[in-house]
T-cell receptor, first 114, second 114 residues
Framework: EDKVVQSPLSLVVHEGDTVTLNCSYE??????LLWYKQEKKAPTFLFML????IEKKSGRLSSILDKKELSSILNITATQTGDSAIYLC??????????????FGKGTKLSVKP | DSGVTQTPKHLITATGQRVTLRCSPR?????VYWYQQSLDQGLQFLIQ???????AKGNILERFSAQQFPDLHSELNLSSLELGDSALYFC?????????????FGSGTRLTVV
């Protein structure tokens, strides 16, 4: 069965810290890797990665994919309390089936203390 | 506002009852996905419809059913409800069949079974 594993499952940091969230995957037919941020309700899209080694950046957030290591990291620099959320990693596959086309990890719950 | 509309936002019902959750996808999106999110399980894929047809099925209970109508809105029917069905139910949509570029999520329906 295809799987996506995120680590750590939870993390508590102080404002200003830099954090690195990890996502590793084992899937049959990789198409894309996506990061989402989930605050109170709906997950919102952050990044989509398809090519290895190319960093995507948005403000203080950045992400990179390593297809050789079957993994991705999401970095957040100079964290703020507003970054507190669950960060979800999802991998797009051609398979679909009982897991659907996007397979989600369980998420990393980030808490940023003032 | 993501463009994906889910109603109702909250639902409290008794065991044994039946409820219907409704989703209107983002304008132009043909695929609708239903997910269940509980505290320990993360996002669990239930079912996908594309342009009115069922395209992928997750580990959806037999007590649950869904459909997508000609106007592309979708309904998820949950019957013979049990306490364990209490969860956040998300609808998401994408323009294409694969959704590899990511899904747009609605704000969810929080179902509480008492």
């Amino acid at each position: 069965e295809d799987k996506v594993v995120q680590s750590p499952l939870s993390l508590v940091v102080h404002e200003g810290d830099t954090v690195t969230l990890n996502c590793s995957y084992e899937v049959t037919n990789f198409r894309s890797l996506l990061w989402y941020k989930q605050e109170k309700k709906a997950p919102t899209f952050l990044f989509m990665l398809t090519s290895s080694g190319i960093e995507k950046k948005s403000g203080r957030l950045s992400s990179i994919l390593d297809k050789k290591e079957l993994s991705s990291i999401l970095n957040i620099t100079a964290t703020q309390t507003g970054d507190s959320a669950i960060y979800l990693c999802a991998v797009g596959t051609n398979y679909g089936g009982s897991q659907g086309n996007l397979i989600f990890g369980k998420g990393t719950k980030l808490s940023v203390k003032p | 506002d993501s463009g994906v509309t889910q109603t109702p936002k909250h639902l409290i019902t008794a065991t044994g009852q039946r409820v219907t959750l409704r989703c209107s996808p983002r304008s132009g999106d043909l695929s609708v996905y239903w997910y269940q999110q509980s505290l320990d399980q993360g996002l669990q894929f239930l079912i996908q419809y594309y342009n009115g047809e069922e395209r992928a099925k997750g580990n959806i209970l037999e007590r649950f059913s869904a459909q997508q109508f000609p106007d592309l809105h979708s309904e998820l029917n949950l019957s013979s409800l049990e306490l364990g069905d209490s969860a956040l139910y998300f609808c998401a949509s994408s323009v294409d069949l694969g959704g590899y570029g990511g899904y747009t999520f609605g704000s969810g329906t929080r179902l509480t079974v008492v």
